[in-house]
């Protein structure tokens, strides 16, 4: 009997622990959001849908990401350009999927709005880091911006 009890104390103390290990993996599931403040750090380039090069920023040049829930904006420093680079609006993610729908921007980011508002990416999102990666129309892989979360 002794050993029927300590037998079930066992399995019940695995179970437990096994539940509460699943509980912990999907609570962090759950707490990843891109919403907080970005920063650009590297570019890939991609040949058959595999990087192909990796490059970083030109010296001084700094571009950083703001999301909310609902809303993104972004601004663009770039030194030895005087055009000024910057973009608002509303963006929807999935697991695999960001699209950055813009309403205004500067006079540059306003000629390619008229062109197209939306701007779709494929998303790969980690806790303080993501990659959007452009596609071409076939859906292969071109180019990404790579950022890390500074906030």
Not at 55 to 81: C, E, I
Not at 126 to 138: M, N, V
Request: aromatic share 14%.
């Amino acid at each position: 009997m002794k050993n029927i009890l300590i037998s079930f104390l066992l399995v019940f103390t695995f179970i437990a622990c096994n539940n509460s290990n699943k509980r912990v993996e999907v609570e962090l599931e759950e707490k990843l959001s891109i919403a907080g403040t970005w920063e650009l750090v590297s570019y890939y380039n991609y040949q058959d849908n595999e990087i192909s090069d990796s490059f970083g920023l030109s010296a001084g040049t700094r571009q950083v990401k703001m999301y909310t829930d609902n809303h993104v904006m972004w601004a663009r420093r770039v030194p030895s350009d005087s055009t000024e680079f910057f973009g608002f609006g509303k963006y929807v993610i999935t697991d695999t999927s960001l699209v950055e729908t813009l309403d205004y921007g500067s006079a540059f980011m306003n000629q390619a709005i008229e062109e197209n508002i939306e701007f779709p990416f494929e998303l790969e999102l980690e806790k303080d880091r993501f990659i959007q990666i452009e596609l071409d129309e076939d859906g292969n892989r071109i180019f990404s911006e790579n950022y890390d979360r500074i906030e």
